[in-house]
């Protein structure tokens, strides 16, 4: 998608992105140079900041992170004994 600057130097973000991300008049931004492109990130109000905390920290509520990194690790290492076995059987 095409947009112009104005002669205030303002942009006008096209209207599927707005609806896409929900943004609403007054919406804030944080606007950062990386090489020759310009980013800009919504910046999230408290609210809905401490919404996602939460639901992450609901989410994080009983999991056992070292207990599923040790399973995944022995998962993998039992896959890549199998496909030892298949290698030297052949």
Do not use: C, H, Y
């Not at 947009?3 to 006008?12: A, D, E, F, Y």
């Not at 310009?38 to 609210?47: C, N, Y």
């Not at 994080?60 to 992170?65: F, M, R, T, V, Y």
């Amino acid at each position: 998608m095409v947009t112009k600057l104005s002669s205030k130097g303002q942009l006008i973000i096209p209207k599927k992105i707005r609806q896409a991300l929900d943004l609403q008049p007054g919406a804030e931004f944080n606007v950062e140079l990386v090489g020759k492109e310009i980013i800009l990130r919504p910046v999230m109000d408290e609210t809905e900041l401490n919404t996602i905390i939460q639901e992450l920290r609901e989410l994080a509520q009983g999991a056992d992170l070292l207990a599923d990194l040790e399973a995944d690790r022995q998962w993998e290492l039992e896959k890549e004994r199998r496909r030892e076995e298949q290698l030297f059987a052949g």
